[in-house]
C-alpha cells in the first residue's frame, strides 16, 4: 500500500505461502468492503518454493500484512462480491459457483451454472441474480435465491471474458473479443 501524496510506501503484503496468478492464468481478486479483498492465489511449497497447480482463496486486509485467512478452492477461476460484501460468488473450472461467507470463506450454497469452465460472474447489484458467462460461448442470468436460471444468450463469437452490470442493473455489458451490451428481459419489470 503506499500515500500517493508522499509515495511512500506504507505497507507490503507477506506472500508466503502464497503465489499471485498472472494475466495469462487468470489473475482474479475482489473488494469485499472498504479494507478486504478475496483472491485467487496458487498455494506454494514453503521449503522448496516452489508452485503447486492447486488454487487457493484468500483474504486479505489492507490494514495487515499476513492473510486473515485461506482455503484450498482447486477449480476457482472467477470472483464476484455481493453488492453488500457479506458474501462472495466463486465460479469454477467445474461449471459451478460456490456463494461464500467473506469473512470466513465457508461455502454458502453451490450451484451448477455450466457445462464447462466459468470465466466471468457479475452480481446484479439489487437482484438476487448472477450473469454468468463461460468457456462454451454462453452467458447466463440465474436467481441464486431460487437456483433457477432466468435467461440465456449464446451468439458471441468467442466466449466473453467480463461482465458488468449498470449501477441501476438494467443493462449488462459483456467484454471479450467484441462488446456486447443485454438488456434482460427478467430485470425490466424489477423496481431498482
Keep these: 500500500m503506499?500515500?500517493?501524496?508522499?509515495?511512500?510506501?506504507l505497507q507490503t503484503h507477506e506472500r508466503n505461502g502464497f503465489e499471485s496468478l498472472n494475466r495469462?492464468?487468470?489473475?482474479?481478486?475482489?473488494?469485499?468492503?472498504?479494507?478486504?479483498?478475496?483472491?485467487?492465489?496458487?498455494?506454494?511449497n514453503p521449503l522448496a518454493g516452489?508452485?503447486?497447480?492447486?488454487?487457493?482463496?484468500?483474504?486479505?486486509?489492507?490494514?495487515?500484512?499476513?492473510?486473515?485467512?485461506?482455503?484450498?478452492?482447486?477449480?476457482a477461476t472467477s470472483l464476484a462480491a455481493s453488492p453488500d460484501g457479506t458474501q462472495f460468488a466463486e465460479g469454477g473450472k467445474d461449471g459451478?459457483?460456490?456463494?461464500?461467507?467473506?469473512?470466513?470463506l465457508e461455502i454458502k450454497q453451490t450451484l451448477r451454472v455450466h457445462d464447462g469452465a466459468l470465466n466471468a460472474i457479475a452480481w446484479h447489484p439489487t437482484l438476487p441474480y448472477l450473469a454468468t458467462a463461460a468457456g462454451d460461448s454462453r452467458v447466463r442470468i440465474w436467481?441464486?435465491?431460487?437456483?433457477?436460471?432466468?435467461?440465456e444468450y449464446g451468439f458471441f463469437n468467442k466466449p466473453?471474458?467480463?461482465?458488468?452490470?449498470?449501477?441501476?442493473?438494467?443493462?449488462?455489458?459483456v467484454g471479450g473479443s467484441a462488446r456486447y451490451f443485454l438488456?434482460?428481459?427478467?430485470?425490466?419489470?424489477e423496481k431498482n
Design 143 to 151: 436467481n441464486w435465491a431460487t437456483g433457477i436460471l432466468m435467461e
Design 96 to 104: 459451478k459457483i460456490r456463494l461464500r461467507n467473506a469473512e470466513t
Design 24 to 44: 495469462n492464468s487468470g489473475f482474479r481478486w475482489c473488494w469485499m468492503d472498504n479494507t478486504h479483498v478475496v483472491e485467487i492465489a496458487l498455494l506454494t
Design 183 to 189: 438488456k434482460p428481459t427478467s430485470c425490466e419489470g
Design 50 to 75: 516452489s508452485l503447486t497447480s492447486e488454487r487457493c482463496l484468500v483474504l486479505w486486509s489492507s490494514e495487515r500484512n499476513n492473510p486473515l485467512i485461506s482455503v484450498r478452492s482447486p477449480n
Design 2 to 9: 503506499y500515500d500517493t501524496h508522499s509515495g511512500k510506501q
Design 160 to 173: 466473453p471474458e467480463q461482465l458488468h452490470w449498470s449501477p441501476d442493473g438494467r443493462i449488462l455489458a
